[in-house]
């Protein structure tokens, strides 16, 4: 039975079992009923004091899928802004199933719950509800309102049941076969093993063990890991590594004295010519006045080339910023639609939205539409996005704010703080067919989104994933408020997935405006530059630039570096950060100290906004040129810097290198108890080999080693993996130094498999409570 095309809607009956603690008439019973109209149709406990929870008991056992929590039909200062959910079978042993939060308002919300197990759905009895933090500070928990869905039909549970607890009694023997071989006690272990016929890990792992820690090969232990390797055995662990920025400005080719390059500016475009290796510019704001120029830079070449001083003139577009553009590498087509308008501007003569494609074969631009709100498309719009398909032959256009003839002030052309008002309209997303000349609107702008609707916005940030056929949309501004959601658009399906609906702030991206976002589809990859920060009032003060890459696969967002504001007094033409000591406490991942050390913080941009960055995947390189350093006291400033990134991660060579380290290191503390001059010998060949010598905490611990010849043996021991000689010795009574040695230098390596080819991450003895 397959069980995804199974109903999982089914409302699961439940009781209420046990609660931490409630409140005068606010019982946990009242969450049974869904009253929103009663403000006393609630569970509020009698403290906020953690731990609070409610726990329910399913009238049998059943797989439950999701949970739907009701509210009071006003906002409320008591509701959840962040629980968990757990589950469990019998009433101990919970599982954590959900961690989200709740919108404070009247709307019910559903959410999917973690009901499998190894791709195994698997059933629960219990549910346990943990309440972390409210909307109001410092009010206790309020819930009004719970229902469950899921499948408990018997004939689906029962198969589930009966492989849950044979799940449970494998690990169970993996536990101790794991428990019996770490204390060396073989003959349990080889007992249990042939009895059970279970294994404890992959053979190959089984064999890395009996070559490292039984018989003490440390080069054939080598052998195995270089083949694995080679085969791609660690390329997750390569994956979930964090990447490292190297900055670099572009150094461009001199004509004579002259360089040749674009101005200052901010509010332009560029797209990337991947197939030619080059990047266009088109227009911008200069601070005093649009602009109408037109470059191409050679990457081979590292030069600058002025295609158009005024396109208008030359048949395209007049000047213009905030407008948006994209590229047909293959048909060698560049595409830009949008604008903004000066509000003196206006005129309904003006407020048109020009459509324009420049031929890159014959350097000739031509007018598709003068007004493709005429023809079914969008109104005149500004700081909207735009994305070309090459297998459809489409052109997507979302978001950007609505221009209307003399709708009110000037907005300020990069300047999001003066471009909403309560008037704002926005437009929706519309897709256009090159071939045959069409627009069609796939989603008009909802204020109030529903699960297929689409929240419009400015300064946003929309991708296309050429592999899964999406566009992934996210951030930007509506009227005064930030969005901070995560969504994609399915093209094929027509459908809209939420991935996040930005209540977990801590987990992922920060919301901001005017971030910048590329797109490695076949890596499964988006990269962000982000903008400005939330912090309006103190703009210059909070002025920071932070890059974050986001996994398409495990939907996980990491933060990859960020670079501080410069001070107010710093000198308004010095665009170079170079100082940098850290970074702030983030949620999210970060550069380790050890990369600080290392020497990767090179020059990097000051921060700044209303820039444009661009990505070649061909090459792995990102460009950025120009923007807004957002200097109060000289507003009209813009920049005219140009800046390559490169992103490195662990290689399989780097891997290599650490393996072998890590073991040969193990080797030289073994020698060292038998022969000093062969272990000083081994350390100054062999070991030294290994040892990436540019790495200063490498090269550090690679000289504390030669301490331990002269006898420190602090030094000795803190090259341990889990600390000192004597701590080991309580853990595996039954083993000789050795032994243990090895047996935790195996536990780093298994560090670096997949988790399905390993011994179980936890220990018998942490089973134990006392």
């Not at 009895?125 to 933090?133: A, E, G, N, Q, T």
């Not at 703009?539 to 974050?548: A, G, K, L, Q, T």
Request: net charge neutral.
């Amino acid at each position: 039975m397959n069980f995804d095309t199974l109903n999982k809607d089914k409302v699961l009956d439940y009781t209420i079992h046990k609660w931490s603690s409630y409140s005068h008439n606010y019982v946990p019973e009242n969450i049974l009923a869904n009253q929103p109209d009663r403000q006393s149709s609630r569970w509020s406990s009698e403290t906020n004091n953690p731990p609070q929870f409610l726990i329910l008991k399913l009238a049998e056992p059943a797989i439950a899928c999701s949970i739907t929590f009701g509210k009071y039909e006003k906002t409320h200062v008591c509701n959840l802004r962040k629980f968990k959910v757990l589950a469990s079978l019998e009433e101990q042993n919970f599982v954590e199933i959900l961690q989200g939060g709740l919108k404070n308002d009247s709307n019910p919300e559903t959410f999917t719950l973690k009901h499998t197990i190894h791709g195994q759905p698997f059933p629960c009895r219990f549910i346990k509800i943990v309440p972390l933090l409210t909307w109001g500070p410092s009010y206790n928990f309020s819930i009004w309102h719970v229902k469950l869905h899921g499948v408990n039909a018997p004939e689906v549970v029962q198969p589930c049941l009966h492989w849950y607890y044979k799940y449970r009694e494998i690990q169970a023997i993996r536990l101790c076969l794991k428990h019996f071989r770490q204390h060396n006690y073989m003959e349990a272990f080889d007992a249990l093993r042939k009895k059970t016929n279970i294994l404890l890990e992959d053979p190959i792992l089984s064999e890395l063990h009996t070559a490292l820690v039984h018989e003490g090969d440390f080069e054939k232990s080598e052998v195995i890991i270089k083949k694995l390797i080679a085969d791609d055995i660690f390329r997750h662990y390569i994956h979930q590594n964090n990447y490292k920025p190297h900055w670099q400005p572009v150094t461009l080719k001199k004509t004579g004295s002259i360089v040749q390059k674009p101005g200052m500016r901010g509010g332009h475009q560029m797209c990337m010519d991947h197939v030619h290796n080059c990047i266009y510019l088109l227009g911008g704001w200069n601070g005093s006045e649009d602009l109408a120029d037109f470059w191409v830079f050679s990457c081979k070449d590292s030069e600058w080339t002025c295609l158009s001083k005024n396109t208008k003139e030359d048949g395209g577009p007049s000047a213009r910023s905030c407008h948006k553009m994209c590229i047909d590498c293959n048909d060698e087509k560049i595409y830009t639609l949008g604008r903004y308008l000066d509000a003196s501007k206006r005129t309904h003569e003006r407020v048109v939205n020009d459509f324009y494609v420049f031929d890159i074969k014959s350097n000739t631009w031509k007018l598709i539409s003068p007004d493709v709100a005429l023809v079914g498309g969008p109104q005149l719009i500004f700081d909207h996005q735009m994305c070309y398909d090459d297998e459809s032959r489409s052109i997507f256009v979302f978001g950007g704010r609505v221009l209307t003839p003399n709708c009110g002030p000037r907005s300020g052309s990069i300047s999001p703080s003066n471009r909403s008002d309560e008037r704002s309209e926005f437009s929706g997303l519309y897709s256009y067919h090159v071939d045959t000349d069409t627009w069609h609107l796939l989603r008009e702008d909802s204020g109030n989104a529903g699960p297929q609707d689409i929240r419009s916005r400015i300064g946003h940030s929309m991708l296309l994933d050429k592999k899964q056929r999406r566009l992934y949309i996210f951030g930007g501004q509506r009227s005064k408020e930030y969005i901070n959601d995560f969504f994609y658009y399915d093209i094929g399906q027509n459908q809209v997935a939420t991935l996040s609906d930005g209540t977990k702030k801590e987990n992922g991206l920060p919301s901001g405006f005017t971030q910048r976002a590329t797109i490695n589809s076949e890596s499964g990859e988006i990269y962000v530059l982000s903008g400005i920060s939330k912090d309006r009032e103190k703009r210059e003060e909070n002025m920071h630039n932070s890059f974050w890459v986001y996994v398409i696969r495990d939907n996980r967002w990491t933060c990859v570096y960020k670079n501080e504001p410069q001070s107010a007094s710093s000198h308004a033409n010095n665009f170079l950060n170079l100082s940098f000591e850290g970074l702030p406490n983030f949620a999210a991942d970060k550069p380790s100290s050890s990369d600080m050390e290392s020497g990767i913080r090179g020059p990097e941009p000051c921060p700044r906004y209303a820039h444009q960055l661009v990505y070649d995947f061909e090459r792995n390189v990102h460009y950025m040129f120009g923007g807004n350093p957002g200097r109060t006291s000289q507003p009209k400033l813009r920049l005219d810097d140009f800046w390559s990134l490169h992103l490195s991660r662990l290689s399989k060579s780097d891997l290599l290198r650490k393996c072998r380290y890590v073991i040969r290191k193990q080797k030289f503390r073994e020698i060292v108890s038998v022969n000093l001059v062969a272990a000083l010998n081994y350390l100054q060949t062999t070991v030294s080999a290994a040892v990436d010598h540019d790495n200063k905490e490498q090269a550090a611990d690679f000289r504390s080693l030669a301490s331990t010849l002269f006898g420190d043996m602090e030094a000795f021991e803190s090259n341990y993996p889990s600390g000192g000689q004597e701590a080991t010795r309580l853990v595996y009574s039954n083993a000789d130094d050795a032994y243990v040695e090895r047996t935790e230098l195996f536990d780093q390596l298994v560090k670096y498999f997949p988790e399905d080819m390993t011994q179980p991450s936890e220990n018998l003895l942490d089973l134990i409570v006392l």
